[in-house]
């Protein structure tokens, strides 16, 4: 018998389940509690009879993530985590401190399809989805590990949310339940590169949570180039989406530009750039292309970056460069994959 993923259910389906098992339904809530509370065992739920317990651990299972590794960045604080899953695959999420308090950025897939050229996630494709239960448990996590409260949580780890698009709802649910983590939507950002019918289908939610569009290149065969997803979903397209998209939520969208050297820094793309999101309420986040072995992609010197910005600001467009964190420990966008172990193989940081 397959065990059940309890840690996924809203309340609704804890409810029914547990009314399946002729339990009175002042339980659910407080199991429901227990289950986001960060236990790794049900034995852990000291308020919940023993014979409960026993039926519980017969029938479901906790996803829990188990740190296999720990990076602590010697620039910054920044934290990742290499995570084992109960099937052994590798995942891995990041930590990181700001002013405002704690923000865990999340991975969503095991792997990644959508093979951007110039991205670590995606270089070994996609291994399987993330359920729900396993994006919650990176944030509780990092929560007990540190003994803090995380306040932020942006799903930019490995993998495309939009490709897992119902595990990607339901966790959005679950995580701002105020039974559960209790985290605002207002808190949470989504980054996609850009799956057009998921953009569609996110905006019927109207969820108050940030869009972020890893837009990269404003001419189609540069971002055709970049990321195999333009082939699918034009830059047309995909802007389209976007003012639906905003029309229906009234949020102001993020555009993430990795800038790297040569391929997509030049004053022509700045230009366009700024062109192609007029009319569109947005901030633009430049983020200067981080290492990836496997490529030989660079990003541009300090000179050409702040330009960049600067052009685009002249231009009317709100425009930010993203400070890096984690730079020392590869926990930069773009640089979590799959093949954790062989990076913990070759690695003597810790
Ligand atoms: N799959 C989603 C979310 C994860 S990637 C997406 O692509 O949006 C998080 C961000 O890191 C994306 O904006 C992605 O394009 C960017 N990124 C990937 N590789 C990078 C690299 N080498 N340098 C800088 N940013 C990178
Ligand atoms: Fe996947 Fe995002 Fe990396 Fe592209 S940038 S391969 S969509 S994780």
Same mark, same amino acid.
């Given at each position: 018998m397959e065990k059940i993923d309890i840690r996924s259910y809203d309340l609704a389906e804890l409810e029914s389940f547990?009314?399946?098992?002729?339990?009175?339904?002042?339980?659910?809530?407080?199991?429901?509690?227990?289950?986001?509370?960060?236990?790794e065992d049900f034995d852990q739920m000291t308020n919940i009879p023993k014979s409960l317990r026993d039926i519980l651990k017969e029938k479901c299972y906790l996803a829990n993530c188990k740190?296999?590794?720990?990076?602590?960045?010697?620039?910054?604080?920044?934290?990742? %985590?290499? %995570?084992?899953?109960?099937?052994?695959?590798?995942?891995?999420?990041?930590?990181?401190? %700001?002013?405002?308090? %704690?923000?865990?950025c999340i991975s969503t897939q095991v792997g990644c399809r959508m093979g951007c050229s110039f991205c670590a996630s995606g270089l070994w494709g996609l291994c399987r989805n993330l359920t729900p239960s396993e994006m919650l448990a990176q944030i509780m996590k990092a929560q007990t590990d540190n003994n803090i409260r995380v306040s932020n949580v942006v799903m930019m780890g490995m993998g495309e949310p939009l490709d897992n698009f119902d595990n990607s709802v339901k966790f959005l649910k679950l995580v701002s339940d105020d039974e559960g983590l209790n985290i605002g939507l207002r808190h949470i950002s989504l980054s996609t590169s850009g799956v057009v019918s998921g953009i569609k289908k996110l905006a019927k939610y109207n969820f108050p949570i940030t869009l972020s569009i890893s837009?990269?290149?404003?001419?189609?065969?540069?971002?055709s180039d970049m990321m195999k997803v333009n082939k699918r979903w034009n830059i047309e397209e995909l802007l389209n989406a976007c003012r639906e998209y905003q029309a229906v939520t009234t949020r102001r969208i993020s555009f993430e530009y990795a800038l790297i050297s040569g391929v997509n820094d030049s004053n022509e793309c700045a230009d366009k750039l700024a062109k192609i999101l007029k009319g569109i309420m947005c901030h633009v986040n430049l983020i200067p292309a981080n290492p990836v072995k496997e490529n030989s992609f660079e990003k541009p010197n300090l000179a050409k970056i702040h330009a960049f910005k600067e052009r685009l600001i002249y231009n009317g467009i709100n425009a930010t460069v993203r400070r890096t964190l984690g730079a020392d420990i590869d926990a930069?966008?773009?640089?979590?994959?799959?093949?954790?172990?062989?990076?913990?193989?070759?690695?003597?940081?810790?």
């Open positions: 547990l009314t399946s098992l002729s339990q009175p339904k002042f339980r659910t809530k407080q199991i429901f509690k227990w289950l986001h509370s960060g236990i740190i296999v590794k720990k990076f602590v960045s010697q620039i910054d604080a920044t934290v990742k %985590y290499v %995570y084992q899953l109960f099937d052994g695959e590798y995942i891995e999420s990041v930590l990181m401190k %700001y002013e405002h308090g %704690y923000t865990v837009l990269h290149a404003p001419f189609d065969d540069i971002r930069s966008c773009g640089q979590l994959r799959r093949k954790a172990k062989e990076v913990m193989l070759n690695d003597n940081t810790q």
